[in-house]
């Protein structure tokens, strides 16, 4: 079998460089996921930043953040917002963290058969790890259209999140605690040009 040359190895690079793209835009976008979560749990904590922000990084995984968050969720809302706002959240987002650790933990192959692909789409996926024992009988797969569209879908629980945040705690509470003013201004500017509430979002991976 002739090897192939720089010139083959450099068409495949741009072929595949959209699908590496989305991974780098899907795992970005869950940054904003995590900026929302925190502050929500430094609103509810009511404590100065410097300690909010010590709890919150100290925890490293992203399920383990939820948690945090929704025992907070608990020991500070009533039933009423807890049955009707934040129930319907958390189940989303323990969906999100799950589509956050298979991009995380999940390996680049070639996809074989192009008809699970559109047209555009270039013949690779991210797919349960080939060494995983437990993954064996896993068909599911993230193609570059399916991490474009968790990237939008992150962005849209972010801003759930905030719009969470928005009725429950004023500006000036957070103010007095010493809130970064970037962050600050991340919650003011979205109480002042909050977008149209979108879907929540569902798992691209099939």
């Not at 349960?128 to 009988?137: G, S, V």
Request: glycine share 0%; charged share 25%; proline share 6%.
């Amino acid at each position: 079998m002739p090897k192939a040359t720089e010139s083959d190895e450099e068409t495949i690079e741009t072929i595949i460089a959209p699908f590496y793209r989305a991974v780098g835009k899907a795992s970005a976008r869950w940054q904003h996921v995590e900026a929302s979560l925190f502050i929500l749990a430094h609103a509810i904590m009511q404590t100065d930043y410097q300690y909010s922000s010590i709890v919150f990084f100290h925890i490293r995984s992203a399920d383990s953040k939820v948690k945090l968050v929704d025992r907070l969720c608990h020991a500070h809302f009533d039933k009423t917002i807890i049955k009707k706002e934040w129930t319907p959240l958390l189940k989303d987002l323990n969906s999100a963290v799950e589509i956050r650790n298979s991009i995380a933990h999940w390996e680049a192959n070639f996809v074989l058969d192009v008809s699970v692909l559109e047209p555009w789409e270039p013949p690779i996926a991210l797919t349960p790890h080939h060494l995983d024992a437990r993954a064996q009988a896993d068909t599911r797969g993230a193609t570059t259209n399916a991490l474009n569209q968790t990237a939008e879908e992150f962005l849209a629980l972010a801003n759930r999140l905030l719009r969470f945040v928005s009725p429950h705690f004023s500006d000036k509470a957070l103010r007095a605690t010493n809130l970064p003013r970037r962050l600050l201004l991340y919650l003011e500017n979205y109480r002042n040009d909050a977008p149209t509430p979108t879907q929540p979002p569902q798992s691209s991976h099939k």
